[in-house]
């Protein structure tokens, strides 16, 4: 987006991000990426792998090899292809299906596939071109949604940005990809909310909310059931003033989380981690 075309200011970027979910030992994990510190939205903090929607992600071809996606319209069906696409880059988890035996890619199939993450992010190859020469299905399918959030007017880069719930194949090894994002971890969401209240991770707003409200889930099956009975609210952050005249950023209660105002300050001046 040029900065120098005011037409484009401020526009809506869509993008996708996935929840992938796991049952630990001690319940239920989610899988987080930290951002590169050189990356311009959310550099260095702690958050679900994604990114923004690509051309080629509605490129013809795509919807013949994508299942339980049927019916979806454009902008919906391209923020689940996307969502899985950037999983895979950044974290080498695919929903995916061999077209011939309608099995999820086991984590030898996946390996012979790795080589893909580096083109795919670079644009270099086309999400269809992908699935067709390797014989794939998009298990969209394996996606529910979970939530909606949009960029508060004020901010310079705004997106419109679907969350998904996805329980991760067992033998897939996910993997931050290096670039985008150095590091990872399977974590709890409490003990990733304890770390951020401790100022050892950084995690933004939107971010939080999602990691507490997966985190109400004992397990991944309670947490897809929940998703499917719940009506998704759209959240797009309103700044206004609380009764002590300070200024917020306020959610709709709706949308179901926790808190439905955070103060400004907390939310523009995001801690850095602690050293040591």
Do not use: C
């Amino acid at each position: 987006m040029s900065e120098a075309d005011p037409k484009n200011a401020n526009k809506l970027i869509p993008s996708a991000t996935i929840l992938l979910l796991r049952d630990g030992t001690a319940g239920l994990e989610v899988f987080m990426v930290v951002r590169h510190h050189q990356i311009d939205f959310a550099s260095g903090a702690l958050v679900f792998p994604g990114g923004k929607v690509d051309k080629l992600d509605m490129a013809p071809g795509v919807r013949e090899r994508a299942d339980g996606m049927d019916g979806l319209d454009d902008w919906e069906f391209s923020m689940r292809v996307a969502a899985i696409r950037e999983a895979f880059e950044e974290s080498g988890v695919l929903l995916a299906r061999n077209e011939q035996t309608g099995s999820v890619v086991d984590a030898g199939r996946l390996k012979s596939l790795e080589h893909y993450r580096d083109p795919l992010n670079r644009g270099e190859v086309g999400i269809a071109d992908f699935l067709s020469k390797e014989g794939l299905r998009l298990a969209g399918d394996m996606l529910t949604p979970f939530a909606h959030w949009i960029t508060p007017k004020m901010m310079p880069k705004r997106f419109d940005t679907r969350f998904y719930l996805a329980n991760a194949p067992e033998d897939h090894v996910a993997v931050h990809d290096g670039s985008e994002s150095v590091d990872s971890v399977w974590i709890s969401p409490m003990q990733a909310l304890k770390e951020a209240e401790a100022g050892t991770r950084t995690i933004i707003f939107p971010t939080r909310m999602n990691v507490e409200k997966v985190g109400e889930s004992p397990n991944v099956t309670h947490a897809i059931e929940t998703a499917r009975s719940r009506q998704i609210v759209t959240v797009e952050p309103q700044v206004t003033k609380n009764e002590a005249g300070e200024p917020v950023l306020r959610i709709p209660k709706e949308a179901g989380y926790s808190v439905t105002e955070e103060p400004l300050s907390a939310v523009a001046n995001v801690a850095k981690p602690k050293a040591g």
